[in-house]
C-alpha cells in the first residue's frame, strides 16, 4: 500500500511555521518539528539529540515511545539522510532509525530528529524528502528566532537588574552621606548585606596609618589574622574565594564566598570579608559587582567620617592652642620698660602657634632690671610649658637679693628637676643699671649677641652651660660692661640666624651682622622690624621650624 501522493500541504506549513515562530522554547520547537514529521510520515517512534560543543556529543532531548538510541563519538550528516536506502551499512548505534532530520542554525549543527519506520513499509517519495526539508529549514529558522528572542529577554532582564542596582546603590549612597559616625555607616553596611544578599556572615576591615587591618565588625566565628588578611587575594576587585590564594583544605575557604576590596579614589582602605547566602544559592556576577560598589561607597562614607572627625579635632586644637596662646602673650612682657638712659625693644614670633622661646623685662628695683631672652630645646606646647615654668622661676627668684650668677644657677637647679633629661634652655640674661649705665650679662649656652661699642662689634661670649642639662654644672661666670652713648646689643635665638628659604639655605651670621651695621643710628623697635622684615623676605615664604625673638638695647 502506498502514501498519497501529497503529503506537502501548504497551509499546514504555514501554520506550523506561525506555531514555532512565536515561541521563544527551543525544546517546544523541536518536540513541534518531530511530531509534525511523525504526523506525515506515520512513524510512532522518534527522538532529538542536541549537539554538546563542549564535549562534541549529543545528548537527548525528546524521546518518543522509548526510541532510546546511544549516540558516541557521531559522525553525522550535515544534510538529510533516508538509512532506509543503507542496506547492512547502517552503524550499530542507529539501529532502528530510517530518517536523520538535521536542524541547523548558521550552518552548524543545533540538533537532530532520529525518526523511526513508518508502519507503512514504503520507499521515501521525493516529495516527501522535499517536505522533510522543508520542515527542517522552518525548524532551524525558528531556533534561530527563539535563540534571538531569548537573548534579549536575558539581555533586558540583565538591564533591568543592573537598572534596580544602580537605583539601589544610589539610595544607599545617598543614605550613607547622611551618617556622621562610625557606628551608623557599620550598622547600615550590614543592614544592607543582610537585606540586599540574604548574607549573615561577613566582616569588615580598615586599614590604619600603619597598614594594619583594624576589624569593625566581624560575624563569623573565626579570628583573623593581620599575616592572613595582609597575604589574601590582592585584586583590585571584588573576587570569589576559589579565584585568591585560600586552598581549598583551610577551613576558612568553606565559611568565605567572597573577598572584596575597599578603595577610595583606587587607593586600598580596607576590606570585606562575605561568607555564603542564606539560601544557599551562588551569588551572581550582578551580586559581586554590588558588594563592590557597596563596600567601596561604604569606605568613602568611613573616610569621609574621618575626615570630618579629624577637622572637629583639629578645630578644637586650635582652640587650645589659641587659649595656650593668649596664656603666653599674657606672659611676655606688654611693654618695654622706660629707662632714662636706655632704649629697650624685644619681640617674638612662635613658629607653630606657641613656640618655646622667651623674653622678659623684670623691674629689680627702681634702677635695675632683669633682661632675659632663652630658647627652649623642642617646639609647640611642650616647649612653652617649660617657658613658662622658667618665667616662673626667674619671677619668683628675682625678688630675693640673689647675685646674677645665684639666679642662674637656681634656675638651673629648678628646670633640671622639673623636665625630662632630653629638655634644657639656652638663654642670656643682663642686668641692666641704669644709673650706673652699666649691665653685667651672662650666657648660658645661647647664641652670643651682637655689641657694637664704638662702631665696633664685638661678640658676648662669657657665662656657662645650658640650663637644666646638669644638677651641678661647673660655676657660671658674668661679666660687667659699661656702655656709652650709641652702643647697641643685639640678642637673638637661632629662628633668626638659621632661618632657612625654599632651597634650604640658611640666613646666616653674617647678613645679621651686616643690617645691624648698616642700621645703628635706628632706635631697637625700629631696627628689630628692619632685621625681621629683612629675615621674612629672606625665607619668601619657606615653612620656619624654629621661633624667631630678639631683643635690643641701645644706650641713649
Known amino acids: 500500500m502506498q502514501p498519497k501522493t501529497s503529503i506537502i500541504n501548504l497551509n499546514s506549513l504555514l501554520d506550523l511555521s506561525a506555531s514555532l515562530y512565536l515561541s521563544d522554547d527551543t525544546d517546544f520547537i523541536m518536540n513541534a518539528t518531530m511530531l509534525s514529521l511523525m504526523g506525515k510520515l506515520l512513524i510512532t517512534k ?3 539529540y542536541q549537539y554538546d560543543i563542549s564535549s562534541n556529543i549529543y545528548l537527548p532531548r525528546i524521546i518518543k515511545a522509548n526510541f532510546n538510541i546511544q549516540i558516541d563519538n557521531p559522525q553525522l550528516s550535515y544534510e538529510f539522510e533516508d538509512l532506509s536506502k543503507s542496506g547492512n551499512n547502517i552503524p550499530l548505534y542507529l539501529q532502528g532509525v530510517n530518517y536523520i532530520v538535521p536542524i541547523k542554525i548558521n550552518k552548524e549543527i543545533f540538533a537532530v530528529i532520529l525518526l523511526g519506520k513508518s508502519i507503512i513499509e514504503h520507499t521515501l517519495s521525493e516529495e516527501e524528502a522535499n517536505y522533510i526539508n522543508l520542515v527542517s529549514n522552518i525548524a532551524g529558522n525558528a531556533v534561530i528566532n527563539a535563540l534571538s528572542i531569548k537573548s534579549s529577554i536575558i539581555a533586558k532582564e540583565k538591564a533591568e537588574r543592573h537598572n534596580q542596582l544602580l537605583k539601589t546603590l544610589f539610595e544607599i549612597g545617598r543614605d550613607f552621606s547622611t551618617f556622621i559616625s562610625r557606628e551608623q555607616i557599620i550598622k547600615n553596611l550590614s543592614l544592607n548585606l543582610m537585606g540586599q544578599l540574604t548574607v549573615s556572615r561577613f566582616a569588615v576591615y580598615v586599614i590604619d596609618e600603619n597598614q594594619n ?26 573576587e570569589r574565594i576559589s579565584n585568591c590564594n585560600i586552598h581549598d583544605s583551610d577551613p576558612i575557604a568553606r565559611d568565605i564566598s567572597i573577598i572584596a576590596p575597599m578603595k577610595v579614589k583606587g587607593n ?30 561604604a569606605i568613602a562614607a568611613l573616610e569621609n567620617e574621618r575626615l570630618i572627625h579629624e577637622e572637629i579635632e583639629k578645630k578644637k586644637l586650635e582652640n587650645e592652642l589659641n587659649i595656650a596662646l593668649e596664656i603666653q602673650n599674657n606672659l611676655l612682657p606688654k611693654n618695654s620698660p622706660f629707662l632714662n638712659n636706655f632704649e629697650i625693644f624685644g619681640k617674638t614670633i612662635p613658629s607653630r602657634h606657641v613656640g618655646g622661646d622667651y623674653y622678659d623685662f623684670i623691674e629689680l628695683d627702681k634702677n635695675r632690671y632683669l633682661i632675659a631672652i632663652a630658647d627652649v630645646s623642642g617646639k609647640g606646647i611642650p616647649a612653652s610649658l617649660i617657658m613658662a615654668n622658667m618665667q616662673a ?9 640673689y647675685t646674677l650668677v645665684e639666679l642662674i644657677e637656681k634656675t638651673n637647679f629648678l628646670i633640671y628637676h622639673n623636665t625630662s633629661s632630653d629638655k634644657f634652655v639656652t638663654g642670656f640674661f643682663y642686668i641692666i643699671d641704669d644709673e650706673q649705665n652699666t649691665i653685667e650679662y651672662l650666657n648660658a649656652g645661647h647664641n652670643p649677641p651682637l655689641f657694637i661699642k664704638n662702631n665696633k662689634l ?18 657660671y661666670k658674668s661679666e660687667m660692661i659699661r656702655m656709652e652713648s650709641g652702643d647697641m646689643m643685639v640678642a637673638f635665638t637661632d629662628g633668626i640666624n638659621e632661618a632657612r628659604d625654599n632651597d634650604s639655605n640658611e640666613y646666616g651670621n653674617d647678613k645679621l651682622e651686616n643690617i645691624v651695621i648698616q642700621n645703628l643710628n635706628s632706635n631697637p623697635e625700629n631696627l628689630a622690624k628692619i632685621i625681621l622684615k629683612d629675615v621674612d623676605k629672606f625665607v619668601n615664604g619657606g615653612f620656619q621650624y624654629d621661633d624667631q625673638t630678639i631683643v635690643i638695647l641701645r644706650k641713649k
Open 393 to 401: 622661676a626667674l619671677h619668683v627668684l628675682t625678688k630675693t637679693d
Open 213 to 238: 587591618f583594624e576589624e569593625l565588625v566581624n560575624r563569623f566565628n573565626l579570628q583573623f589574622s593581620q599575616i592572613w588578611l595582609q597575604n589574601i587575594c590582592k585584586s583590585e576587585i571584588a
Open 268 to 297: 586600598h582602605k580596607g576590606m570585606m570579608l562575605i561568607g555564603y547566602k542564606m539560601s544557599s544559592s551562588d551569588f551572581t556576577d550582578n551580586d559581586i559587582l554590588f558588594i563592590e560598589a557597596l563596600g567601596n561607597t
Open 458 to 475: 664685638e661678640f658676648l661670649n662669657e657665662g656657662g652651660l645650658i640650663i637644666g642639662f646638669m644638677e651641678n654644672p661647673p660655676n
Open 46 to 48: 522518534a527522538a532529538v
